[in-house]
Nanobody, 123 residues
Framework: QVQLVESGGGLVQAGGSLRLSCAGSGRTFSGYTMGWFRQLPGKDREFVAAITWIDATTYAADSVKGRFTISRDNAKNTLYLQMNKLKPEDTAVYYC????????????????WGQGTQVTVSS
């Protein structure tokens, strides 16, 4: 079992930056592919970025490429999402998630989820 807790969300102006963290406990991150997703009320959960364990391969959604960077520190059991050049359309609740196996953009393939952290970008 993996427990995940996100932090780092908040209110920022357009063009600004935030760094989200996701701390894991219960079991080590080792062996898990980790992902970030976001969700607006009434909308489906949207893939943002993911990173594998074995070689730290990353993949990001087109909407955030060049602005967001996912990274992980396995020794600290922590996942990060550096968000730069934020836009109002990035406003959402951001979730981290963990899965075994290959990298995936499908939220239903992730078995473990955090409680989410709100990111609000003002124009």
């Amino acid at each position: 079992q993996v427990q995940l807790v996100e932090s780092g969300g908040g209110l920022v102006q357009a063009g600004g930056s935030l760094r989200l963290s996701c701390a894991g406990s219960g079991r080590t991150f080792s062996g898990y592919t980790m992902g970030w997703f976001r969700q607006l009320p009434g909308k489906d959960r949207e893939f943002v970025a993911a990173i594998t364990w074995i070689d730290a391969t990353t993949y990001a959604a087109d909407s955030v490429k060049g602005r967001f960077t996912i990274s992980r520190d396995n020794a600290k059991n922590t996942l990060y999402l550096q968000m730069n050049k934020l836009k109002p359309e990035d406003t959402a609740v951001y979730y981290c998630a963990a899965k075994t196996g290959l990298l995936s953009t499908a939220p239903q393939e992730y078995a473990y989820w955090g409680q989410g952290t709100q990111v609000t970008v003002s124009s």
